[in-house]
């Protein structure tokens, strides 16, 4: 599981490449780099809180964007910064389904080196492709 | 770089033919200066002639002076699109709806205000919630919150966080009419219901700032505005809709997607181009949940106002009023407004998309302030935390962009450059020497914003004079700052 970010692919906001051995690898991947740009110490997250996300779409591409647009929603909505437990996910490049927990807690700026706050995952630059073995994705955040 | 086929039509315009790419139905015109241009990436000229085939374009596809790429649309993009034959797209008007700047006045002098700043940075650092999921005070229902977002800043009055005279001096009063929140999602409001009186993160800030003699441009002009006496100090801020925008650009990108090609048969360039036309369905639910985060983004605002009041009243022991505490006025960035301009010989009706642009009203026009009406609509251009903003006023001659104008200086270097090349506790001390303190909820995020990631703001202004859109008035230069 990795990922990078590129300020080349984007002066203003924060792009990443993330890639993965299976698509809950690169998933995975994703979902740490977004909030790496939140919390600098995603480590000192205590996991108080659990969520359960459940999201099917129409296209793998809209399954990754509306998957981390949860991360994004549960922050804004119950100021809680979630670490994904696992997630597993069903169906192929088209209609795909994916059931994943996510743990935290509710933000705390003492203990919490804080970033910059995610507004949305955009189209922009947008990529989700298998490459041979592994899974890659690009993807710009909109902060 | 500009393509090959840009031309110059002036020192600080530059026109990119309809023959550039296939399907433009106007050119693209850039204003900047050949620095500005030089400095522009390839997208943003790949995005404003991608704009240029969007249908119902009117004139021409805009970027400003202090351009660079976005999506969909550069930031500093402006276009105009017939009402009936053109389109919406939330790719014209950013995630940020009506991320916006507010400038207030004081009667204080920086003699004044000096003894103090530290108390009045930290008090205003506790009171106005900066940064990552930051919550604001006042507790709302979500029922209220839907009231609110159709009625802007009308319910501020309602409800003692604004006096008559804020509603007066805010871009439309402070409140879209067209605004239905029937039209929002659930999860717009659950992200945005607590989020009333914050800043965010970004380059969002609230900043003390102090207008020296020196940089005073038009002392009349300057007095019209409410800056009157030497080294007054003002106060500006930069923030928007917060969650709550932010969810219903990506709720309507995402409608607009299913519908573009197949339904309305509009060719598609890129996903963040999704658009419809603007008297469908779709483009008229858009509108209205859209001017439902305008409205929110005022409140947002305007709330924030209100506690600045307080902070100024408990540190100085006087009444706001007494304090000179007077909203200058309030523009808007992120936005699709219906407006009348003369285009090809007659009044039209057009929806004028602004994303990262500045309306820019001439003097004599309707729908700027009374008081102001003469010399024109104020501008606010908001520079980075260590170089200073801008007080500009409307021209005759902004008739040439549908009256906008540029609204910031533009980044030249990505956020993790910027975090690689200062560190966040090295730039606050050396800001302080400087004589800026500054408060802020994060470390890395405030060398993202350091001055040198940022354009010559002095630059973009000449541009924006020399290219007839904007005149300065005065230049504000920071000596409190509360980073998002």
Known sequence: MSYRYRDDLSMADVAFEAEGTSLEELFTSAWDATLRVMIENPSALHSNSRRSISIEDRSIDLLLVNFLQELIYYKDAEALLLRLEHCRIEGGTEAAKLEAVASGEQIDAKRHHLGTDVKAVTFHRFSLKQEGELWRTTVVLDV | ?484
């Open chain 2, 1 to 484: 770089m500009a393509p090959s086929g840009c031309v110059k039509i002036n020192d600080t315009l530059w026109e990119i033919p309809r023959s550039y790419k296939q399907g433009m139905k106007v050119p693209a015109r850039i204003y900047a200066s050949k620095p500005l241009l030089d400095s522009m990436d390839s997208s943003v000229f790949e995005q404003v002639t991608n704009v240029a085939t969007l249908p119902g374009i009117a004139g021409y596809s805009f970027c400003m002076p202090d351009g660079h790429s976005g999506y969909g649309f550069p930031i500093g993009g402006m276009a105009a699109f017939d009402t009936d034959t053109g389109v919406i797209s939330p790719g014209g008007i950013g995630f940020d709806i009506n991320c916006g700047m507010r400038l207030v006045a004081t009667s204080l002098t920086w003699e004044e205000v000096q003894p103090r700043i530290q108390q009045l940075v930290d008090r205003l650092f506790a009171r106005v919630p900066a940064g990552v999921g930051g919550k604001g005070f006042l507790e709302l229902s979500q029922s209220e919150f839907r009231t609110l977002s159709e009625q802007g800043m009308k319910w501020c009055l309602k409800k003692g966080y604004a006096i008559q005279e804020d509603l007066d001096r805010t871009e439309e009063n402070g409140c879209i009419r067209e605004a239905d929140a029937s039209k929002v999602s659930e999860r717009a409001v659950e992200r945005g219901y607590k989020q009333i009186g914050t800043l965010g993160s970004g380059n969002h800030y609230l900043e003390i700032q102090v207008a020296k003699p020196e940089n005073i441009v038009d002392q009349k002009v300057a007095g019209v505005f409410g800056i009157d006496r030497p080294n007054q100090v003002v106060l500006m801020f930069h923030c928007g809709s917060r969650g709550f925008g932010h969810q219903i650009a990506t709720d309507y990108l995402q409608s607009f997607l299913k519908v573009m090609q197949s339904k309305y048969g509009i060719p598609f360039r890129d996903r963040e181009l999704a658009c419809a036309p603007f008297i469908s369905p779709e483009g008229q639910d858009y509108f209205k949940a859209m001017n439902c985060a305008i409205n929110m983004s005022f409140v947002n605002r305007q709330v924030i106002l209100h506690r600045i009041r307080e902070v100024f009243s408990e540190v100085f022991g006087k009444d706001p009023m007494e304090l000179g505490l007077h909203q200058i006025y309030d523009v808007t960035h992120n936005t699709a407004k219906v407006e009348r301009h003369l285009f090809d010989g007659k009044k039209r009706k057009l929806l004028v998309h602004r994303k990262g642009a500045t309306r820019a009203f001439a003097p004599g026009m309707a729908g700027i302030p009374r008081e102001y009406r003469a010399v024109g609509q104020p501008v606010i251009i908001g520079g980075s935390m260590e170089t200073g903003s801008y007080l500009l006023a409307g021209v005759q001659s902004g008739e040439q962009s549908f009256y906008t104008t540029a609204h910031g200086s533009g980044r030249t270097m990505g956020r993790n450059q910027a975090k690689k090349q200062f560190r966040g506790q090295d730039l606050e001390k050396r800001l302080l020497e400087q004589g800026i303190y500054i408060r802020t909820s994060s470390y890395s995020g405030l060398a993202e914003e350091a001055g040198a990631a940022y354009k010559d703001i002095d630059e973009v202004v000449r541009a924006t004079e020399s290219a007839g859109l904007s005149r300065p008035v005065v230049k504000l230069v920071p000596v409190g700052n509360i980073k998002g």
